[in-house]
């Protein structure tokens, strides 16, 4: 990896931006995505950004009632946001506790055979998601750091639009899958197998993505990190996306779940009120429609941490996935969950959430 510098408060710049880097003033499309104002999906999309089993919510992720409190949460939220651009501009840097779920014990799931074979029945994000991170690079060359890549779907996705793409997973499993699915023999892309707290890096970024990957990584280390490969105007995009059919699962998931730690926690929420993330902006992308049949809706579930075929028993596996097919079967009939021609009728929704970490960072 080339020298990295040390960078103060979120607008520094590193070192590495000398090499060649062309610094460009943020365009216009990126100055209107910073002043829009987008209603946020709450903790239906925001507590944890991989939409673990037990965070999932049952019904829709828009058009909710906006409840009376509603205006007075904007109005923390952006006194929270005012402290925390405070603290980065001063480099005062807190403290982040992570919970005991999203230790390395339960991120391990992710190397499991069955997991990485299920992984592919997660929905799609929305086309507009890659819509939003194109806007957001800005800086030349085009260059983008996926970290915790998975099966590549941002890195594939936006690989004919950079110039170069480092698509990060210590999941050999991910890896190899990435490599043979559509757009992973692109050359543009290296595929990195290693932690990204460790993986030999050739900053700098032009953006830094994290899609449902960002709990799982040692931020007292990924933060400075990311925060001396950025470019100028480079960013941090935090990746999320919701689906959902309708069904009400909430009993289910944590009666079979291993995770018997889960709490519900955003990184992003977290880094920000430390003063350790600076959010630039934000943007809701889709809904769209995701219509998954029942077997592949379950697989969906079994590429989640706490579902793995490799650590539950057979016994588990049946119960549950009994349990599931029975509920499906359930609403369906009462008309709750729809089906047409052997398909689940339920919508993907997605969040971009960007802006600056810091250099500096520490973990409890």
């Known amino acids: 990896m080339g020298r990295v510098g040390s960078v103060g408060c979120c607008r520094g710049r590193s070192p590495d931006t000398a090499r060649g880097v062309a610094k460009t003033a943020p365009t216009p499309a990126i100055r209107r995505r910073k002043s829009r104002r987008v209603v946020s999906f709450g903790v239906a999309m925001i507590p944890s950004f991989d939409q673990p089993a037990h965070a999932n919510r049952s019904g829709h992720l828009h058009g909710q009632p906006a409840g009376p409190l509603a205006g007075i949460e904007d109005v923390v939220q952006e006194a929270r946001r005012q402290v925390a651009r405070q603290r980065c501009r001063e480099g005062n840097g807190g403290m982040v506790t992570r919970p005991a779920c999203r230790s390395v014990e339960f991120a391990e799931t992710f190397k499991d055979p069955s997991v990485v074979a299920a992984y592919r029945h997660r929905p799609p994000h929305p086309p507009g998601t890659f819509e939003v991170l194109r806007e957001l690079i800005v800086d030349r060359p085009r260059s983008l750091l996926d970290a915790g890549t998975g099966l590549g779907d941002i890195a594939r996705g936006l690989a004919p639009d950079c110039d170069r793409v480092d698509a990060v997973d210590f999941s050999r499993g991910m890896i190899e899958t990435a490599r043979g699915l559509p757009g992973g023999d692109d050359p543009r892309i290296r595929w990195i197998c290693a932690p990204v707290e460790e993986a030999d890096l050739v900053g700098p970024y032009a953006l830094i993505t994290a899609a449902e990957s960002l709990h799982w990584f040692d931020l007292h280390v990924v933060i400075p990190r990311f925060a001396r490969l950025l470019t100028e105007n480079g960013v941090l995009a935090v990746v999320g996306r919701s689906a959902h059919v309708g069904l009400r699962e909430d009993d289910i998931i944590p009666r079979y779940s291993l995770n018997r730690k889960y709490v519900r926690w955003n990184p992003v929420t977290a880094l920000e009120e430390a003063g ?7 943007e809701e992308t889709g809904p769209v429609p995701w219509t998954p049949t029942v077997d592949e809706y379950v697989e969906r579930r079994h590429s989640q941490n706490g579902f793995s075929r490799d650590r539950m028993s057979r016994d588990q596996v049946a119960r549950f ?22 398909r689940l009728l339920g919508e993907v929704a997605g969040l971009v959430v960007w802006g600056r970490p810091m250099a500096s960072a520490r973990l409890s």
Do not use: C, P, T, Y
């Open 276 to 282: 350790l993330f600076e959010r630039l902006g934000q």
């Open 321 to 342: 996935d009994r349990a599931l097919r029975k509920r499906i079967a359930e609403q369906v009939k009462e008309g709750s969950v729809r089906m047409e021609d052997g």
